[in-house]
């Protein structure tokens, strides 16, 4: 979605009416301007989709004035209705005696857009507080300031002092500098100035989607996934076409259903790597191919890496932005750095135009993200290879406690994640994944997400990667709940 930038110089995707030159079949009109229908008449627009202020008529929920112009910006994203807004804008322009032109301008954001309610965090909201043993975090086991000074070897003193001497200004608008260089250290070949911070990588999609989708692209995302990568551009109206992850094939994109897939038309490809709820993970050469696919059609590729560096394995974890230049790679500090409190991410890119677009929306949508926030990551990300060995560590003990127990279990199945903190667990019951979850956090005070909220049922998503007595404890209390069902199916 394209959107002016805060001084006006962006070019605006837009058509400009000149005089009575509208130009719909589907809005009545006629060749003079005194003789246009009215569209709100003519039953094609409702009277409250245009209000007037002053000498001007305006969106209700966004507009401008011009002494010379009349702007009507689109708040419904049909381009029906928004035709007959600008043909109505002129005819009382031109009765109120001001104006000579109509502008038909992409607001900032819809008015009416509908989104899907988010499943996952809904569920995770409604429960979280409540629960006894969530079995449904997702992050590695969180620290406080306190514990990361220890950790990487600060004094917490100082640092505490660096926190309340630090004026509350703004900072750096597209990201301290200092962080960002510390981030370039998680990639290969990538420059500060290719990086944007964000309020967490949920803000960063946000932020990629909206700045780059517009109605009527065709956008590939996979499936199952974290639900935003999917419900934003369905929402923004663009055709999302689902590349199902399947078990069979190890929860990793099929690259022949995706050259199915793809067209002319196709203008990004979204991915998850490591996968969320799966833990399934892309080698190098999987990530290759999905780029030569991508090249094939000059799409743009989306990764959400928010996991990436959590694996079971040594080694280098690939990311897309390290094998194309149309690549866009989105992360935080919440899982792999254990650091979700402090609602800090960033996308890297290394395509400019991808960056200028992204720049611009965020000086709408941000600004800047807080500084003491960015100091705190900055630590951190200082001390990177300290926290993801102790990450790390915890991921790997872990679940080989998980797997222990899923070996115990008759009615559970599963494939055992390659990387990430999730893993997809399949029960053999007849009941519904969201009745299951809510018998489970009523009767044992235990929450699981349902596989519901990513279209999969009789399937639970488990967290595995926080204290290791909380991980035995609360899949104790599954085991006696799944017991209690086995009787009640007798």
Not at 134 to 147: A, D, F, P, Q
Not at 447 to 455: A, I, K, Q, T, Y
Request: hydrophobic share 40%; glycine share 6%; with cysteine.
């Amino acid at each position: 979605m394209r959107i002016a930038d805060m001084e006006g110089k962006q070019e605006l995707d837009a058509k400009l009416f000149q005089g009575a030159q509208a130009y719909t079949d589907d809005v009545p009109q006629a060749s003079e301007v005194g003789e246009i229908q009215n569209p709100i008449k003519a039953g094609v627009i409702k009277p409250e989709q245009v209000v007037e202020i002053g000498n001007s008529l305006l969106d209700p929920t966004l507009g401008r004035h011009d002494a010379n112009a009349i702007t009507i910006f689109d708040s419904t994203g049909i381009a029906l209705q928004d035709l007959a807004a600008a043909n109505l804008a002129f005819v009382r322009a031109k009765e109120q005696g001001v104006g000579t032109q109509v502008d038909l301008c992409r607001p900032i954001r819809r008015s009416t857009m509908k989104i899907k309610d988010f499943g996952v965090e809904q569920w995770m909201n409604e429960y979280e507080t409540k629960a006894k043993y969530n079995l449904g975090e997702t992050c590695v086991s969180s620290l406080s300031i306190r514990e990361l000074c220890e950790l990487v070897g600060v004094d917490v003193n100082d640092f505490a002092k660096q926190l309340v001497d630090r004026r509350l200004t703004y900072g750096a608008i597209e990201g301290a500098v200092e962080l960002k260089e510390a981030i370039t250290r998680l990639y290969q070949n990538l420059m500060p100035d290719e990086i944007v911070t964000e309020h967490g990588a949920i803000g960063a999609n946000n932020l990629v989607l909206n700045a780059l989708v517009e109605p009527g692209d065709e956008v590939i995302v996979v499936t199952p996934t974290y639900q935003q990568l999917q419900s934003i551009p369905e929402a923004i109206g663009a055709t999302v076409k689902l590349l199902p992850l399947k078990r069979e094939n190890g929860y990793l994109p099929d690259a022949e259903q995706l050259r199915g897939l793809v067209s002319d038309k196709t203008k990004l490809i979204v991915l998850n790597n490591p996968d969320n709820p799966t833990g399934a993970l892309m080698s190098q050469a999987g990530l290759q191919t999905i780029v030569n696919i991508a090249k094939s059609v000059d799409a743009y590729v989306l990764c959400d890496e928010v996991y990436r560096h959590l694996t079971q394995e040594d080694g280098y974890s690939p990311s897309i932005i390290d094998l194309y230049d149309k690549g866009i790679s989105t992360s935080s500090f919440s899982k792999v750095f254990s650091l979700a409190g402090i609602r800090l991410g960033w996308l890297a890119t290394h395509d400019q135009a991808v960056m200028k677009a992204c720049l611009s929306y965020h000086d709408y949508e941000t600004i800047s993200c807080g500084q003491l926030d960015e100091m705190v990551g900055t630590l951190a990300l200082k001390n990177q290879a300290v926290l993801l060995e102790r990450n790390r560590g915890i991921v790997r003990e872990n679940l080989k406690v998980l797997e222990e127990w899923v070996h115990q279990q008759p009615h559970i199945t599963w494939l055992k994640p390659k990387a990430g903190t999730t893993a997809l667990l399949y029960y053999d019951f007849d009941l519904p994944s969201t009745i299951f979850c809510d018998r489970l956090m009523k009767e044992y005070e235990t929450l699981l997400v349902p596989g519901s909220c990513f279209d999969i049922e009789n399937s639970l998503r488990i967290g595995y990667t926080f204290e290791t007595t909380h991980l035995r404890d609360g899949m104790n209390q599954l085991g006696k709940f799944l017991a209690k069902l086995e009787q009640e199916a007798r």
